[in-house]
């Protein structure tokens, strides 16, 4: 079954996918035993992991949200690590600058540029 978490999940993951971003690797395995969050782990290279969590309770908008800022987060720190730009998604309105912000944008969680405020996509649109 898909469930809210995977759902939100596979958004950002599409977004990675579509922009040419580095290949998200997931241990589909629960980051902890508290019973309110879904989790899996996101992985770095052979042996460094990072935990994806949202609470189960989350409303599904914030959750795309909040699983976006954290995807985001490791993908920016993988990219830096590999000494490639830290700018994933690129803001297509500031080229070689600074990565788009995933925001809760009126009516849906999208991709904001930073700087102008601009909704680039909805997330899961890149």
């Not at 241990?27 to 990072?50: F, Q």
Request: glycine share 8%.
């Amino acid at each position: 079954m898909n469930t809210p978490f995977e759902a939100a999940l596979e958004l950002v993951v599409r977004d990675l996918r579509n922009t040419g971003g580095i290949t998200l690797h997931l241990l589909p395995e629960p980051v902890d035993s508290d019973p309110s969050y879904e989790s899996v782990w996101m992985l770095s290279g052979r042996t460094a992991r990072t935990g994806l969590l949202a609470p189960i309770e989350m409303a599904p908008p914030d959750r795309i949200v909040h699983i976006a800022d954290q995807v985001q987060e490791f993908v920016l720190e993988e990219l830096g690590r590999l000494g490639l730009p830290a700018t994933w998604p690129e803001c297509p309105e500031h080229p070689d600058s600074h990565p788009l912000t995933p925001t809760q944008s009126p009516g849906r969680p999208s991709w904001v540029c930073p700087k102008s405020g601009h909704t680039i996509a909805a997330i899961g649109q890149l």
